[in-house]
Every structure is written in structure tokens, then in C-alpha cells.
């Protein structure tokens, strides 16, 4: 392979966390179990979500499709590594790593909108309780997911194709567990300026407005609090809110933990270590918030589980 030149390049490797081989076997048991957990936590969710009528909300609408986000985001780079660790290899196509970028970015992008949906939809709950239901329709809901996988797919394509357009000189060595876009926008051989300028421009313009936008809504809805007379309305007006602060605080924290830890340190695998937070502990423990935080979810979930326990006497029977 000559380097710079793109057609001929076919793998990446990817460094991971250590090269020790003792301690593979620990990181495929623990990433297995938090992918596990993930996929089971958001699953239940859903199926409680979509089987009790109480649930069918907005609030819990943009609740489950937040829960399929996470599920699609960790899958873009969990069962890739556990493949790596169980076969004792680094590498990844060319191929295969645009595809997980792609998709990285793609469902990234769903679950940082879709956030900034659920704020909006806390404004409009607490500040307009009245009108909620008409401003919250059924079209107006499915218009906003449907916006948000909308920006996220053309966000993501454009990052895509303008790697695409790069050259890699030979053995291309990443250190992350999964195809990052900058950590590959790094470590090509022909200039990179246009790609530096998009990922700036939809740092600030797609990751910079939802926060911007979550930020407005809580605003709002502090002030609407403020202004409740008895102190048992502000606890219940607010404790509406609590899970989906948990879970914005979560998000935008690990994610700004990761940026400020890999431009702060010279270890190169300190980024990988601090993305673990927001592509696998952040989806894992967003089920948890939710159920745990919720009177609904909990009851929602109590009688899926007892629902389930009848139809299994039923077979038995």
C-alpha cells in the first residue's frame, strides 16, 4: 500500500483500552453486561410504554422513541468491540468503520434532539397546562421525531461523505474502541480544513442549539414555578422534570468530559476511556432514571410484569 492514496487502504486498527491480554476477558464480561442491561432496560420501556394506555402521552411517546435511540446508539459500537476482544483482534474495514461513524453520529444526533423535545414538551406542560393538549397534538409530536431523525441523517451523511473524500496513509492506528470521527479525521494524509470547518460548524450550530433550546425551556419553566403560590405545587410541577434533568445533565456532562479530557491530556487512550461514559454508561443507565424517578414507569412496568406472570401460568395450565 502506498501512502495517501485512499483506494488501497482497507483497515483501520483499533487500539482500544489495553493491549494486556489478561485483561481481555474483563472488559469482554463487563461491556457484555452493560450492553445486556442496556438493551433489556430501554426494551422494558418501550414494551411498557407501548402496552399500557395510560402511557400513551407525549411525554412518554418521546420517552420510548429516546429509549430506541439509546438501543441503536450503543449497538453502533458495543458488539463490534466484543467481536475485536472475543477474537482477539484490533481491526476494522474501511468499510466498516464510515458505516459506524455514520450511524454513531446519526443516532448521537436523534438522542441529543430528542432531548430538547422532551424540554419543550415540559415547557409547554407547566407553562400552558390548559392549551397542553392542543398544542401537544399527535401531528405536532410525530412531526418533532420526525425532524429530529431528519437533521440527525443529514448531519451524519454529510460528516460521512466529506471523510469519504480524504486519503489515509498505511496502518492507520486509532486509539478508541469504535471509528470516532475526529480521532479518523486526524489521522489522514490529505488536508482536513474543510472537514475541521463542518465539525466545528455542527458542533456549535447541533450541539450548541438543542442545549441552547433546553436551557430557554427550563428558564421558562423555573419562572412558572416561582410563581406557584403553595409549596406542594412547585414540588409536583417540578418533579415532573426531574428524570429528564437527570438524563440531560448526564448526557451533556460525559459529553463535555470527554471533549475537555481528550484535549487535556497526551494519553491517547484517555478519550477512549472517557467515551465509555457517554456511549455505553449514559444509554445503560437512562432506563434506571426513568423507572426509578417515575410513579408511571414503576406502575406501567408492575403490571407488564404481572401481565407476563399470567400469560406463563395460562401456558402452564
Given at each position: 500500500?502506498e ?200 458542533s ?8 441552547a ?24 410541577a ?19 468530559g ?18 465509555v ?41
Amino acid at each position: 500500500m502506498e501512502p495517501g492514496n485512499d483506494t488501497q487502504i482497507s483497515k483501520f486498527l483499533l487500539l482500544g483500552f489495553s493491549e494486556e491480554p489478561e485483561w481481555q476477558p474483563v472488559f469482554f464480561v463487563l461491556f457484555l453486561s452493560m450492553y445486556l442491561i442496556t438493551i433489556l432496560g430501554n426494551l422494558l420501556i418501550i414494551l411498557a410504554i407501548i402496552s399500557d394506555t395510560h402511557l400513551h402521552t407525549p411525554m412518554y411517546f418521546f420517552l420510548a422513541n429516546l429509549s430506541f435511540a439509546d438501543i441503536c446508539f450503543t449497538s453502533t459500537t458495543v458488539p463490534k468491540m466484543l467481536v475485536n476482544i472475543q477474537m482477539q483482534s484490533k481491526f476494522i474495514t474501511y468499510e466498516g468503520c464510515i458505516t459506524q461513524m455514520y450511524f454513531f453520529l446519526l443516532f448521537g444526533g436523534v438522542d441529543d434532539f430528542l432531548l430538547t423535545v422532551m424540554a419543550y414538551d415540559r415547557f409547554v406542560a407547566i407553562c400552558h397546562p390548559l392549551h397542553y393538549m392542543v398544542i401537544m397534538s399527535p401531528w405536532l409530536c410525530g412531526w418533532l421525531v420526525l425532524v429530529s431523525w431528519i437533521i440527525s441523517v443529514l448531519q451524519s451523511l454529510l460528516e460521512s461523505l466529506l471523510v469519504l473524500r480524504l486519503s489515509f496513509c498505511t496502518n492507520v492506528e486509532i486509539p478508541h474502541f469504535f471509528c470516532e470521527l475526529n480521532q479518523v479525521v486526524q489521522h489522514a494524509c490529505s488536508d482536513t480544513f474543510i472537514n475541521d470547518v463542518v465539525m466545528y460548524c455542527v458542533s456549535v450550530l447541533l450541539g450548541g442549539g438543542p442545549l441552547a433550546g433546553i436551557l430557554f425551556s427550563y428558564s421558562k419553566i423555573l419562572s412558572s414555578i416561582r410563581a406557584i403560590s403553595s409549596t406542594g405545587g412547585k414540588y409536583k410541577a417540578f418533579s415532573t422534570c426531574t428524570s429528564h434533568l437527570s438524563v440531560v445533565s448526564l448526557f451533556y456532562f460525559t459529553s463535555i468530559g470527554v471533549y475537555f479530557s481528550s484535549i487535556g491530556t497526551h494519553d491517547a487512550h484517555s478519550g477512549a476511556v472517557a467515551s465509555v461514559l457517554y456511549t455505553v454508561v449514559t444509554p445503560m443507565l437512562n432506563p434506571f432514571i426513568y423507572s426509578l424517578r417515575n410513579r408511571d414507569i414503576k406502575e406501567a412496568l408492575r403490571r407488564l410484569s404481572k401481565s407476563q406472570v399470567m400469560k406463563g401460568h395460562l401456558s402452564w395450565g
